[in-house]
């Protein structure tokens, strides 16, 4: 299993023994996050951690939409730009960036911009997007369109049916997570189960957005095979063929993290996964 969306550097602070679990639990490769230029090197010395542990591990960079109060959008461009061309890893994707009209409304001008000019390097360096998007997903849209070709995960998505279909239209892929393992989520297990398998992901989001069976404790990538047994049980199909498909997906939308692998036989890198 391939964990698309995870915080490392929190984690690894948080649960430094999530490393030896999520391996046992059959995570083979997970993709670590950038949220600010002053926490990328936090988040490529955790992704070094758990290479070093056996892992394979994909770093995002971006600037997340809650810190664009902290930085400028001209200087993040520069930052970003500079550290795509530098960085001791292969970056895998431009993100964690995206929209968030619900934590500070008033900052969405601020926060379009941020978004535009990283979805301008994505493009121009040929990299994925992960995007954030709370109760954004036709703001998204519109600033997604205007980047044509681009391809990516929607992450932690909150939207519509018909919103997750354009955006699938847009080339995005939405991320699973442990949400849909919560009692009351009725509507998002029935969107999942209708979307087309080819556009779906599983992410963690660790250690935040714990499922049903960890309310209040630190998430771990570990739990993956809880958030695949709940959409699988969803959609009415086998877990081991729904996780190879997953991991699948994972690497045609990542494929600069990927495409070694793939050339090598993709399966033996998914192997402990099924
Ligand atoms: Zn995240």
Same mark, same amino acid.
């Given at each position: 299993?391939?964990?698309?969306?995870?915080?490392?550097?929190?984690?690894?602070?948080?649960?430094?023994?999530?490393?030896?679990?999520?391996?046992?639990?059959?995570?083979?490769?997970?993709?670590?996050?950038?949220?600010?230029?002053?926490?990328?090197?936090?988040?490529?010395?955790?992704?070094?951690?758990?290479?070093?542990?056996?892992?394979?591990?994909?770093? &995002? /960079?971006? $600037?997340?939409?809650?810190?664009? +109060?902290?930085? #400028?959008?001209?200087?993040?461009? @520069? !930052?970003?730009?500079? *550290?795509?061309?530098?960085?001791?890893?292969?970056?895998?994707?431009?993100?964690?960036?995206?929209?968030?009209?619900?934590?500070?409304?008033?900052?969405?001008?601020?926060?379009?911009?941020?978004?535009?000019?990283?979805?301008?390097?994505?493009?121009?360096?040929?990299?994925?997007?992960?995007?954030?998007?709370?109760?954004?997903?036709?703001?998204?849209?519109?600033?997604?369109?205007?980047?044509?070709?681009?391809?990516?995960?929607?992450?932690?998505?909150?939207?519509?049916?018909?919103?997750?279909?354009?955006?699938?239209?847009?080339?995005?892929?939405?991320?699973?997570?442990?949400?849909?393992?919560?009692?009351?989520?009725?509507?998002?297990?029935?969107?999942?189960? &209708? /979307?087309? $398998?080819?556009?779906?992901?599983? +992410?963690?989001? #660790?250690?935040?957005?714990?499922? @049903? !069976?960890?309310?209040? *404790?630190?998430?771990?990538?570990?739990?993956?095979?809880?958030?695949?047994?709940?959409?699988?049980?969803?959609?009415?199909?086998?877990?081991?063929?729904?996780?190879?498909?997953?991991?699948?997906?994972?690497?045609?939308?990542?494929?600069?993290?990927?495409?070694?692998?793939?050339?090598?036989?993709?399966?033996?890198?998914?192997?402990?996964?099924?």
């Amino acid at each position: 299993m391939i964990d698309t969306h995870c915080h490392l550097d929190d984690l690894l602070e948080a649960c430094p023994e999530a490393p030896a679990r999520w391996r046992a639990a059959g995570v083979t490769a997970l993709i670590t996050m950038g949220t600010h230029p002053a926490q990328w090197p936090d988040a490529l010395a955790a992704a070094q951690r758990a290479q070093a542990g056996g892992s394979t591990v994909g770093v &995002a /960079l971006g $600037v997340h939409p809650w810190w664009v +109060e902290t930085v #400028a959008t001209v200087s993040v461009s @520069a !930052a970003l730009t500079e *550290a795509l061309d530098q960085s001791p890893l292969p970056v895998v994707a431009v993100g964690e960036i995206g929209l968030d009209a619900v934590r500070a409304p008033h900052t969405l001008p601020a926060q379009h911009a941020l978004l535009t000019t990283q979805l301008a390097i994505a493009q121009h360096h040929g990299l994925p997007v992960v995007l954030h998007e709370r109760k954004t997903a036709d703001l998204l849209l519109a600033a997604l369109r205007r980047h044509p070709g681009m391809t990516g995960v929607v992450h932690g998505f909150t939207g519509s049916l018909q919103q997750a279909q354009r955006l699938i239209d847009c080339g995005m892929h939405l991320g699973v997570g442990a949400a849909l393992t919560h009692p009351r989520a009725t509507r998002l297990r029935a969107m999942w189960a &209708a /979307l087309p $398998v080819e556009a779906l992901l599983l +992410e963690s989001d #660790a250690p935040f957005q714990p499922g @049903a !069976a960890h309310r209040g *404790a630190v998430n771990e990538p570990a739990f993956l095979p809880e958030t695949l047994q709940a959409l699988a049980r969803q959609r009415g199909v086998e877990p081991a063929a729904l996780a190879a498909q997953l991991d699948e997906n994972a690497g045609r939308v990542f494929a600069s993290m990927f495409g070694r692998l793939l050339k090598n036989g993709f399966n033996s890198l998914l192997g402990a996964s099924s």
